[in-house]
């Protein structure tokens, strides 16, 4: 008796549990996130799978093409003043927010200063309006009203700097309707959409997916598609087998080992869409914790050791490409005519002899530093210096936070590491990496002249004569051995023949409002 | 009765606070921390990491969180979620919250009547070819294990038939290729038991007896002596359903099921101390409540354990 009504009770708990929801609409595109994204919401967004997520919603002054082009979005003209401390940005005109109010002017400052509110718990865009005048007292609470944006015009804003700020209009700001957060309360971003994008925010359902619609009056053009999926899908192998079941419509692989297999697979390959990852690779070689590597013959010498070309296919089984230069393809201010490195043992031999060290004889012991996921790239490395230049280099293989503390610190000898740009602008990679003054250089590197160019650059409005200072600085850097490039990888997604326009690109997937799906 | 079932239930709360102490115990002296790993690119930043250790109250010393944390526990507040910014750690588990023991319970009331079905036909066809038929059928069901056993089943009925599909959690079908992965290691294990205890008891006197007076074998069977086989499998299944629940871990990882198992995991990973500690507690009182539920029962089945106990 009481078995059976258990049986019956269970029974309904499970047709209750699952939900019952009607099956997967058709025409939604079914992407793959192999996690929650970490916040919905465009104020304190600041990582990876929120991005990806909410670019499709959300929109800033400028975009960019697949081949690091900036075009313009929700601004149409951006000019600096002759001093570099101001910038007028003239907005489209006839843009409208997802709630149906209007784009303009106000909007660029009220984002602005609902981001500087104290306890906002902004994210990522905070650090890029600190030299707004006035930001800081918006933040510490004195005042709410951001002086160094002056609203010229419904569509015309003026933006005051307290140091010139040449890249303001490519940051990666999302723009949003701040009135929902009068109207709904601070928890607004599950229950409505504010941005101006293609896709309008539905749902989140934590774990499962997240749930995109067309926003029929986009600026843009409607979306051909009745609206994105996120499917969240933590297994890689799931993935897969989803997406070869026609579950998925993109499959984005998060693993270099799924990049692999899917080159290896015939059919999936055929479906495949590459291109190189923007994201730096180096060797760290600090100068003041490793005396030898004072000396630019030994720098040179560890470079020109590692044979790239067959690093890449052997390693990396042709899923990366080497890197020379510290910019990379798709991003503003890449030069592609940057020197290669090539690989030249006999050479190496003599430099390290020149220096005093014949076969590595008369080096202090050396360590290289690196994570567990990439130690066999560090294997590699080493293999390479004890065969060509004799020196016995040990892996020293670290835990995340403690690896990310010791290189910040400045306390890591000899490493290799990467950055990932986080806009596509060469000052990304050259100042914050390379620039002396810059806490996330890690090596520790200083060179005056390099410094001198990479602080002219952040002042010139001027996109080919600030590309000319990156072409020099760069040149400096590499010259002078202070690091050399390693490789790229390359980021893979794989599309069904029946969906087009989807567009991978250096930053990953761009929005997909040109969708289309047979 | 009810006083059996008090002093059952009595028991359950030592068992929930050495669950709190442990998991808490346990979270904060592994190492990792969560600031380091929110930190991330900005490691060593002293002010920042400041900034959220308070916020998040982790600059306190561990027996002050400690205190602070069950008093909000006893309030019903199970804190706010380290790895998504500002949620409470019930909004995180909340959806998830009944998909595992669903899952678990699912299985084993799939589990239950096919292997008490199958053992029992074995040891009435002792030593025949439908006996050693079933018992190669067990062996086979115990030792393959779950995820390759589930990657035979997506292939075979989602990839080349078609009738489920691979993974998710929107409709029933959704649910059956899991379930029944996790019933059949169930199902063989009670069928072996079931084997076992019939074997036993058809040895018995009173089954004996029962023949020479001449009642059917359908009668001997289903009145004297399958009710004494369900006793000790009774107490069993509450051991199948914890490890039921453990095992939703890989089978919800396999089909991309949104349940406890995998929010464990992601916590534990991400060192979402809160989320953790919820899980965990709700894994104990899960394990918890079966066990109760079978002691209860086996005082219904057998009235001497209940007059025992009282006693």
């Known amino acids: 008796m009481i078995s059976r009504k258990l049986a019956r009770s269970l029974v309904l708990a499970t047709t209750m549990a699952l939900g019952m929801t009607a099956a997967a609409q058709a025409r939604d595109l079914r992407i793959n996130i192999n996690a929650d994204p970490e916040m919905i919401d465009p104020i304190t967004f600041s990582a990876l799978i929120a991005g990806d997520v909410l670019r499709n919603v959300y929109e800033n002054f400028t975009k960019v093409d697949e081949n690091g082009k900036v075009l313009p979005a929700l601004a149409l003209k951006w000019t600096a003043s002759a001093d570099n401390l101001n910038w007028r940005i003239e907005l489209r005109p006839n843009v409208k927010f997802h709630t149906g109010r209007p784009f303009g002017a106000k909007d660029v400052k009220a984002s602005f200063e609902a981001l500087l509110a104290p306890g906002s718990k902004a994210g990522l865009q905070l650090q890029y309006l600190q030299r707004i005048v006035g930001a800081k007292d918006v933040q510490d609470g004195k005042t709410k009203d951001l002086v160094g944006v002056k609203i010229v015009s419904p569509l015309v804003v003026e933006v005051a700097f307290t140091a010139p700020d040449v890249l303001f209009p490519i940051y990666p700001f999302m723009f949003f309707d701040t009135q929902v957060v009068a109207d709904k309360g601070p928890n607004w971003f599950m229950q409505t959409s504010a941005g101006t994008g293609p896709f309008q925010f539905v749902s989140w359902q934590r774990g499962q997916n997240v749930q995109l619609k067309a926003f029929k009056d986009y600026y843009g053009g409607a979306p051909k598609i009745d609206g994105l999926r996120f499917v969240v899908v933590p297994s890689e192998e799931t993935a897969v087998t989803m997406y070869e079941a026609g579950e998925l419509d993109v499959l984005v692989p998060a693993s270099t080992d799924l990049s692999r297999r899917i080159m290896r697979d015939a059919k999936l390959k055929a479906q495949a869409q590459m291109t190189p990852n923007a994201q730096i690779t180096f060797l760290g070689m600090n100068q003041n914790l490793y005396a030898p590597f004072k000396d630019k013959r030994v720098r040179e010498a560890f470079c020109i050791s590692i044979d790239r070309d067959a690093m890449t296919r052997g390693l990396f089984g042709g899923l990366a490409q080497p890197l020379y230069g510290q910019i990379t393809p798709g991003i503003a201010g890449y030069n592609p005519s940057v020197k290669k490195i090539a690989y030249d043992p006999e050479r190496a031999k003599k430099l390290m002899a020149d220096a005093g060290f014949p076969n590595g004889r008369g080096l202090p012991p050396l360590k290289i530093a690196n994570l567990a996921p990439f130690r066999n790239e560090i294997a590699y490395y080493a293999d390479q210096w004890k065969q060509v230049l004799g020196i016995q280099v040990d892996l020293d293989i670290q835990e995340r936070a403690t690896f990310l503390r010791s290189l910040n610190a400045g306390e890591t000898p000899f490493f290799s590491w990467g950055w990932s740009a986080g806009y596509p602008d060469a000052l990304y990679y050259l100042s914050q990496v390379w620039h002396s003054k810059s806490p996330f250089n890690r090596a520790r590197y200083s060179n005056p002249g390099f410094d001198a160019l990479i602080d002219r650059a952040t002042i010139t409005a001027d996109d080919a004569t600030r590309y000319r200072q990156y072409h020099a600085a760069e040149a400096l850097l590499l010259d002078d051995w202070g690091t050399c490039g390693l490789f790229m990888r390359t980021a893979v997604t794989v599309v069904k023949p029946n969906v087009k326009g989807v567009v991978l690109s250096p930053m990953r997937i761009l929005p997909y409002g040109k969708v289309t799906i047979n | ?311």
Request: aromatic share 10%.
């Open chain 2, 1 to 311: 009765m009810t006083a059996y079932v008090l002093r059952r239930l009595l028991g359950l709360f030592p068992v929930l606070v050495a669950a709190i102490i442990l998991t808490f115990a346990a979270n904060r002296f592994v190492p990792g921390d969560p600031i380091t790993i929110m930190l991330g690119d900005q490691g060593g930043n002293v002010v920042l990491e400041r900034k959220l250790r308070a916020e998040y109250g982790l600059d306190r010393p561990v027996s002050v969180q400690f205190v602070d944390y069950v008093s909000g526990l006893a309030r019903g507040d199970f804190g706010l979620s380290f790895r998504y910014p500002g949620v409470p750690v019930t909004q995180v588990i909340k959806d998830a919250l009944w998909i595992s023991p669903l899952l678990a319970a699912a299985a084993l009331t799939l589990a239950i009547p096919i292997g008490i079905a199958l053992g029992v036909l074995a040891a009435l066809r002792r030593n025949t070819l439908a006996d050693t038929g079933i018992i190669l059928i067990l062996v086979a069901g115990l030792s393959i294990p779950n995820f390759a056993l589930a990657a035979f089943f997506v292939w075979g009925f989602a990839l080349k038939l078609g009738w489920f599909p691979v993974a998710g959690w929107t409709t029933w079908k959704h649910a059956v290729l899991p379930v029944v992965i996790l019933a059949i290691p169930a199902a063989a294990y009670l069928a072996r038991l079931a084997r076992t205890f019939m074997l036993e008891v058809l040895q018995q006197d009173y089954v004996r007896t029962a023949r020479a007076k001449g009642l059917s074998e359908r009668l001997v069977v289903w009145r004297h002596s399958l009710r004494n086989v369900l006793v000790p499998i009774l107490t069993v299944c509450g051991l199948i359903f914890g490890g039921l629940i453990t095992g939703t871990i890989v089978v919800e990882t396999i089909f991309n099921i949104p349940g406890l198992g995998r929010i464990a995991i992601e916590s534990i990973f991400a060192r979402d101390y809160p989320v953790t500690m919820a899980i965990v507690m709700l894994f104990t009182l899960f394990y918890a409540v079966i066990n109760f539920a079978v002691d209860v029962l086996y005082g219904l089945v057998d009235p001497r354990i209940r007059v025992e106990a009282v006693r």
